[in-house]
């Protein structure tokens, strides 16, 4: 194999080897992700959009490549970074290897540094931008090409469905508006007989209420919260309308719209073993995370949300709720692709919320028809 380096933009080199796609000249942010399994998930998040993963743990691609383990069909990563890329897989559900993988899909890979030693390094200094050299010449310019690169603030207009469409079922009325949304999602929601409608990031209130949803559901999805302006200004005008969930980067968009703030944090979340308090019970959730930005904690005093969920490792806040509103949201994945199913109940919890407001403005007559078939 050819060499390869990572090039941080503190000047930091990384030595290693090439594999996966050829080099695409590509900027992105260096992030680390500390699952243990599910790198397919990680490697199809659309979550990931724009950024070059780090895998803390060491063997990726031993159980090689297969569709079923997808969370979107379009991979938007833009370079993996590994100790180790396994290229002869030992799985009987293996179609290809990692490596051929990211040479069909365009991600350029990198194996063979000391990702140890660039996660502590990311953990002290935080998240940075980072490009993926062959070869060190030109070394100073390359260095300012990365310095002065502006990370793209459009993500979810990349990864979100370019039109509508329909999955249908015999129970509850749902709109999904996808902001880079994990198949997850939408398994859960079809697994309870829901009807979902996949809408785009940009579908406007009137349109998403022509729809007549039982409940509206705000997907995961890329990049800083506050430059999703659509999606502040759509909960914003559906507040009180219908009940609302929001996961990850919907999450964010509820607390923003409902006057709370986010900001960045150092490093990010991001695996599958992340625990999470659930302030009600005390109870401990392993959780799935993927996120670099969190709701202000000090900001949600001045609001009617209050936190339901608290990052056990740092304090953050992993889930608010309205205080008269049918609205709550969670930052980690109760889809749990790739990682636990402790949260799974919370999908539970917005189907019995979505009854509970339907229920609300019916005769008792109709009350039996609504829990027939949902």
């Known amino acids: 194999m ?60 031993n159980y090689g490549i297969n569709r079923d383990d997808f969370e979107t069909v379009r991979p938007a990563l833009k370079a993996l970074i590994v100790k180790e890329a396994e290229n002869d897989p030992s799985n009987f559900r293996s179609e290809m290897s990692i490596s051929q993988f990211l040479s069909q899909k365009g991600i350029p890979g990198i194996e063979g540094i000391d990702t140890r030693s660039l996660v502590k390094k990311i953990r002290r200094s935080g998240t940075m931008k980072g490009i993926l050299i062959d070869d060190l010449a030109n070394l100073d ?67 998403v209420m022509q729809l007549q949803p039982d409940g509206i559901m705000l997907s995961n999805g890329p990049g800083d919260p506050k430059d999703v302006l659509q999606g502040i200004d759509l909960v914003e005008e559906l507040v009180g309308k219908v009940p609302i969930f929001g996961i990850c980067l919907g999450h964010q968009l509820i607390s923003l719209a409902c006057g709370a703030n986010t900001e960045r944090l150092k490093f ?26 969190t709701v202000s904690t000090e900001s949600i005093k001045h609001t009617k949300l209050k936190v339901t969920h608290q990052a056990i490792n740092d304090g953050s806040v992993e889930g608010v709720e309205h205080e008269s509103l049918p609205i709550f949201s969670v930052q980690f994945h109760p889809e749990s692709s790739p990682g636990p199913s402790d949260a799974n109940i919370l999908f539970d919890q917005f189907l019995n919320m979505m009854k509970e407001n339907k229920l609300g403005g019916v005769t008792s007559c109709q009350k039996e028809q609504i829990f027939v078939g949902s």
């Open 2 to 61: 050819s060499k390869r380096y990572l090039l941080l933009e503190d000047g930091t080199i990384y030595e290693g080897r090439a594999f996966g796609a050829e080099l695409n000249d590509y900027v992105g942010e260096v992030v680390f992700q500390t699952g243990m399994t599910g790198y397919q998930e990680t490697l199809s998040d659309p979550s990931y959009c724009g950024q070059m993963v780090v895998m803390t743990y060491p063997l990726i691609g």
């Open 141 to 207: 310019q390359v260095i300012n090409h990365v310095k002065q690169t502006a990370l793209p603030k459009d993500q979810v207009s990349q990864v979100s469905a370019v039109k509508p469409y329909v999955v249908p079922g015999r129970g509850l009325r749902v709109v999904l508006v996808d902001y880079g949304m994990k198949h997850g999602i939408l398994r859960e929601l079809t697994e309870r007989g829901c009807h979902v409608t996949v809408v785009p990031y940009d579908t406007t209130a009137d349109e």
């Open 268 to 293: 990010g979340h991001r695996g599958a073993n992340h625990p999470v308090k659930v302030i009600e019970t005390g109870e401990a959730w392993m959780t799935s995370q993927n996120h670099g930005y």
